[in-house]
């Protein structure tokens, strides 16, 4: 057998395995390779079937089908023949419709094939080298957060017969069928040793005993058979795993416990405090030798092992379920001034949440005043005497403050201490953890330019700005003079004020002006009625179709192009056809915020009902649901918050992620979760819709579904790429522009660019350039599209074009598939876009101009022809877009950070995240970043499971480092102002700076600057805002935008209720900014950076040279010690959001992270400094070299 057979072979065996899991919940090898045998053996379907049956394999009709395909289509030599009457027949597209999602993509033959096994078993090479290397993303699931159990799938997916409206029935046929199981499976499965099948053997076996014995035989005989599988199965110690164990010796500390059903004989010790939950003052009282009891592995370290008694019950040897630390009842009071009374430990106080130190930096000064200061020369006696009298005394022994005054330096390094689950997996153990790479061709012509494209915007902001101040100059001279001379001038004034009054009428761009006169209404999409409305949508003639296909399968794939009716139509077809009943909902989710608001409006609209009864929305601070909903829209986001608490999703009925192709992160996770879900539950239905062609990687990640395809109002489009790579690719796209006004026939254009300060200046340029062609051009309605942009100025993208001139849109890629513009004919496609990613060796997100991946660019030259025939323009190769390309954009999973959606599996009981079925998995060095991260916040313990403190981060809507902020504040009695400042970071665009009014804005901002930083310079401008009654006339005058500051308002008094709900206390700090930022340091105390004495700042982190950014607070005054929140690159490195810090309590907040640095040791990153001569970097003399600072 040739190797590219015995690779077909090996694909063939584990998609069988796949499979026989997918139906019969059974994956076993050996099965799969003698049913690949009989098939081997067969001609026909139905002498495939006959041996089957002969040797007791009771399969579905459809899975019996289905392998037969599989076989004769996979190896060499084989032809499928499902009829032995017609061995030539061709398998028709409507025959293998029920059992194949993509017949259309399964022409490739073995090629195809070929490429799909050699990828699969790279892909599981990969994860098994992953598995040896990170042990600590494997860990073991806690079973006890999943509510239902995985049934066995003899009802396929795609079945038919299934309905809705009679349960019981179909519960009395599954269980019928459930348990006809062949006497060879029943050994294959018993044989097996996996942990996972353990307590499923146990219940199945438990069911069939019981039809024919009486209750005292049926409990003895469980008992015995669970025993002796016990002592069969079980071969290694695994932690956290419930063994039983016979008591072997007892002390006054506690007992040593020998572990049953393990290869090798081993003791363990369960301290005295760990034997009940009630209190142990004697072991010996508690226990005797040669008991028999159940023990839980607790810690594995070396040959000792730590076992733990009270958290299994010693009857039925189930885990005890956690009691929460106080309850949530809203009918039981509780008094929160004696629960969260803080900890007093040596005179010292804690913070009974997080345990933070709760000294004041006031009581801190008073400690230190107190103090005997040394002279320099005492210290060096004192520090000569320690040392040659060897007193032996640790660092952690000496009390550094007691010799350190004021005006001493504290120099502090990163700790070198690794996650215990964590050890010799991150980077502190010197493993090399590389960003994602987004760029296919890195040596490409498309990079490349991406790369000059900051340099071209820089030249061209330098020009504009040095143009603006010449017309200045020339403008300001007379004036200045004349007003200055004046005696009876009744004020006097500066020129800058002068020059500010100027530059309001010249800053503001020509093309804006002339917007601001065609403004006006927007006008009706279309004088239909909704009814009208809703018959013309493509989708109207599918609705049967659609509802046929949704009740005949549990999980289906729905194409459909921007604009179809998808998102608005399904779910009313779906409630019209009787999938809410039962107190059931129709839930749909969205990417964006705005969406899920929109589109329910105009479905409670069509419906003709008010918004949050039958239709509803939820998305983060807002929900906008009764008990009467029956559709919901959503956030994507918020329906993985609902799995949090409901990992069944029981309440709904059907569940469709719409723009599935977006590949948003949450979305990315809901895959895996709803996957689960459907192979649980019988009752629920999953809709998957796209707006790419490009779906066959979705049907088969869910169990090959069925694709239905919506036809849209697509017309043929023309493409034309560029001969030769553009050096400059936005002036190009404006001489394109030019060419399609003057040249083509009438149609609207688009233009794609990658930002608003591109769009701004192609939107100036391209006005400054129409009015040198005079009068007598036709003319063009320059229209920009950016997020940033008010919602009045955006709405004129969708007014038509006054006859004779010619309307162009200038976007970003929100055009691609939210929005929808009748009249584009033309679409200009340089061929980039903006892309966020996370570098987790930096712990930074950054906006970078990268390629755009194939989908894109169909996805853009689609726009082209909505209305009629159109043209697309490339301003690259064809060579680009065929070899530079991605075939598909990188999932936002792979080029994020993840530490929210980790802490929100990890609080799913979702612990092993490498055997998560991820459709992308994510990469390895982002996920051990996250959970470094969870783990130096305190929301993990040492083996890498969720702490009491995680799960109450995990119950807030915000990211890690912000839900610990919060609860320390509560600690601190800060939790006010921080709910204030947690709010005003959500919305960001507090500060309004328009172009033609930026030194105005700046003179009313400065007002508001706080000398400890930005946190608390949005606290003060919240304040004042408060201070005159919300006013949204005070907000335009201080240049504040007064949307943002109401969704402030809005999101804090959200977040305020969920503290309230969980009886937390909510005070104030006054005049004790300490209290503050102590608070915000024990969130983000790993983004801490120290002035540098040669430029900027360095980051403890990583010692990364960053900039305070000039938007900050502290720009003109940097202090020693700053934190800040993110660091953005666009020029330089910025920190944003910048506060003062007392470098103290980066020692206080997170244990182990930090360390005082000491002058008589050296760490790991000082090992690594070498010295070099000056020359190297400044020039000069070879021979000169700097001594490092002491």
């Not at 153990?429 to 490409?444: C, H, M, T, Y």
Request: with cysteine; net charge positive; hydrophobic share 35%.
């Amino acid at each position: 057998m040739s190797n590219t057979h015995k690779l077909q072979y090996i694909y063939l065996c584990s998609k069988m395995t796949q499979e026989l899991e997918n139906h019969i919940g059974m994956r076993d090898k050996d099965l799969a390779e003698f049913i690949i045998e009989l098939g081997k053996q067969s001609e026909t379907l139905e002498e495939f079937k006959q041996k089957l049956d002969e040797n007791d394999g009771d399969f579905p009709q459809q899975l019996i089908e289905i392998m037969f395909r599989l076989i004769k289509k996979t190896l060499p030599g084989q032809k499928p023949k499902l009829k032995q009457e017609q061995p030539k027949q061709k398998i028709t597209e409507e025959q293998l419709g029920k059992y194949n999602a993509f017949a259309d993509e399964e022409e490739d033959g073995p090629q195809s094939e070929f490429e799909k096994a050699k990828q699969e078993q790279l892909q599981e090479k990969k994860k098994n080298q992953n598995l040896v290397k990170f042990p600590g993303l494997a860990l073991q699931n806690d079973k006890s957060k999943h509510l239902g159990e995985e049934i066995d799938l003899n009802i396929d997916l795609n079945d038919k017969e299934f309905n809705y409206d009679d349960d019981e029935e179909e519960n009395d046929k599954n269980q019928n069928g459930e348990n006809r199981k062949s006497n060879k499976e029943k050994k294959k499965k018993k044989s097996r040793s996996r942990s996972r099948s353990r307590s499923n053997d146990k219940k199945k076996k438990h069911r069939r005993s019981s039809r024919s014995r009486s209750k005292d035989k049926k409990k003895y005989k469980n008992r015995q058979r669970s025993k002796s599988r016990e002592r069969e199965e079980i071969r290694e110690l695994i932690q956290g795993e419930i063994y039983p164990g016979i008591v072997k010796s007892v002390k006054d500390y506690g007992a040593f416990v020998q572990i049953l059903g393990i290869r090798q004989r081993k003791e363990g010790l369960v301290h005295i405090s760990d034997i009940s939950q009630e209190r142990v003052s004697n072991a010996f009282q508690a226990l005797q030798v040669n008991q028999r009891v159940y023990v839980k592995v607790v810690l594995i370290v070396n040959e000792k092992i730590k076992l733990n008694m009270k958290e299994v019950n010693q009857k039925t040897g189930q885990p005890i379920e956690k009691k929460p630390a106080y309850n949530y009842d809203e009918n039981e009071k509780i008094d929160n001034e004696t629960f969260l009374k803080p900890i007093t430990v040596n005179g010292k106080s804690f913070g009974t949440i997080t345990g933070i130190s709760l000294n004041t930096q006031e009581e801190e000064q008073k400690q230190k005043k107190s103090r005997k200061r040394e002279s320099s020369q005492e210290k060096w006696e004192d520090q000569q005497t320690r040392y040659w009298s060897k007193l032996g005394q640790s660092e952690k022994n000496v009390n550094i403050d007691d010799s350190m005054s004021d005006e001493d330096e504290v120099n502090i390094e990163l700790g070198d201490k690794e996650a215990p689950f964590l050890q010799g997996q991150t980077t502190k153990s010197g493993v090399l953890l590389s960003p994602v790479r987004i760029i296919k061709n890195p040596e490409g012509s498309l990079n490349r330019e991406a790369m000059n494209a900051a340099q071209f915007a820089k030249e061209r902001r330098e020009i504009r700005e040095q143009q603006n101040k010449q017309q200045m100059e020339n403008v300001d001279k007379d004036q200045l003079q004349k007003f200055w001379d004046d005696p009876s001038a009744p004020t006097r004034a500066l020129s800058s004020q002068l020059r500010s009054l100027n530059q309001q009428n010249k800053d503001v761009p020509d093309y804006k002006k002339e917007a601001m006169f065609r403004q006006g209404k927007a006008v009706n999409k279309s004088l239909l009625s909704l009814k009208e409305q809703k018959e013309s949508l493509p989708i109207f003639a599918k609705k049967a179709t659609l509802i046929k296909a949704v009740k005949e399968n549990r999980v289906l794939v729905v194409i459909g192009e921007t604009g179809s009716g998808k998102t608005t139509q399904m779910t009313q077809y779906l409630l019209e056809a009787g999938f809410a009943k039962k107190g059931k909902k129709i839930g749909c989710t969205q990417p964006r915020k705005v969406a899920a608001t929109s589109i329910s409006k105009r479905v409670a609209e069509e419906m003709g009902c008010v918004l949050g009864e039958e239709v509803g929305f939820t998305i983060r601070f807002e929900d906008c649901t009764s008990k009467n909903t029956l559709i919901k829209y959503m956030t994507d986001g918020m329906l993985l918050r609902e799995a949090l608490v409901d990992p069944d999703l029981e309440q709904y009925s059907v569940i469709m992620l719409d723009e599935a192709h977006e590949r948003n992160l949450n979305t990315d996770i809901l895959f895996g979760i709803l996957k689960k879900i459907v192979a649980r539950r019988k009752d629920f239905t999953l809709i998957v819709t796209s707006a790419t062609l490009d779906a066959g990687k979705f049907s088969e990640y869910f169990y090959d579904a069925k694709i239905l395809r919506i036809p849209g109002r697509t017309f043929p489009v023309e493409i034309h790429y560029s001969i030769e790579p553009e050096e400059d690719y936005l002036d190009a796209s404006l001489l394109v522009v030019m060419q399609i006004h003057l040249n083509e026939p009438p149609g609207d254009i688009l233009l794609f660019l990658t930002g608003q300060e591109e769009i701004d200046n192609a939107c100036q340029t391209l006005y400054e350039r129409m009015k040198k062609l005079g009068p007598d051009a036709p003319e063009l309605i320059i229209c920009p599209v950016y997020a940033a942009l008010p919602s009045d100025q955006q709405n004129r993208i969708f007014m038509p074009a006054p006859e004779g001139s010619r309307k162009v849109v200038i976007a970003t890629n929100i055009a691609e598939a939210s929005l929808t513009i009748d009249g584009i004919f033309y679409v200009i496609d340089p061929g980039f876009s903006k892309v966020k990613m996370f570098n987790p060796k930096l712990g930074m997100d950054s906006l970078q101009i990268a390629p755009i991946s194939q989908a894109s660019a169909r996805q853009r030259a689609g726009r082209a022809g909505r209305t009629g025939p159109g043209k697309c323009y490339r301003l690259y190769t064809e060579e680009a877009y065929y070899n530079e390309m991605l075939p598909a954009s990188v999932p936002e999973i792979q080029r994020t950070n993840l530490a929210n959606t980790i802490l929100l599996l990890k609080a799913m009981g979702i612990n092993d995240l490498l055997n998560f079925d991820f459709m992308d998995p994510p990469p390895v060095q982002s996920m051990i970043a996250a959970l470094e991260m969870l783990y130096n916040l305190g929301a993990l313990d040492d083996d890498g499971l969720l702490t009491k403190l995680g799960m109450k981060i995990a119950e807030f809507p915000l990211d890690p480092p912000l839900g610990k902020m919060l609860l320390t504040a509560v600690d601190l009695q800060c939790a006010e102002e921080i709910c204030t400042i947690i709010a005003m970071l959500t919305v960001q665009t507090i500060f309004e700076r328009p172009k033609e009014k930026a030194q105005q804005a700046d003179q009313k901002r400065s007002k508001f600057l706080h000398p400890d930083g930005d946190h608390l310079t949005l606290l003060t401008v919240y304040e004042a805002w408060k201070n005159n009654n919300y006013s949204n006339i005070w907000c335009s005058e201080n240049f504040i935008s007064p949307r943002s500051m109401r969704n402030a308002q809005d999101i804090k008094k959200q977040i305020m209720g969920i503290l309230e709900r969980y009886r937390l206390p909510i005070n104030s700090a006054g005049r004790n900014t300490a209290k503050i930022r102590k608070a915000i340091t024990s969130g983000f105390f790993f983004h801490a950076a120290k002035k540098d004495p040669q430029e900027g700042y360095k980051t403890l982190l990583d010692n990364h040279t960053v900039y305070i950014h000039p938007s900050s607070a502290l720009f003109n005054r940097p202090p020693e010690w700053v934190l800040y929140n993110e660091l953005i690159l666009t020029s330089k490195e910025y920190m944003r959001n910048v506060t003062t810090i007392d470098p103290k309590w980066l020692i206080d907040v997170p244990p182990n992270f930090y360390s005082f640095s000491s002058n008589q040791s050296l760490n790991s990153r000082k090992r690594q400094e070498k010295l070099e001569p000056l020359s190297v970097k400044y020039g000069g003399d070879k021979n000169a070299w700097r001594l490092s600072r002491r």
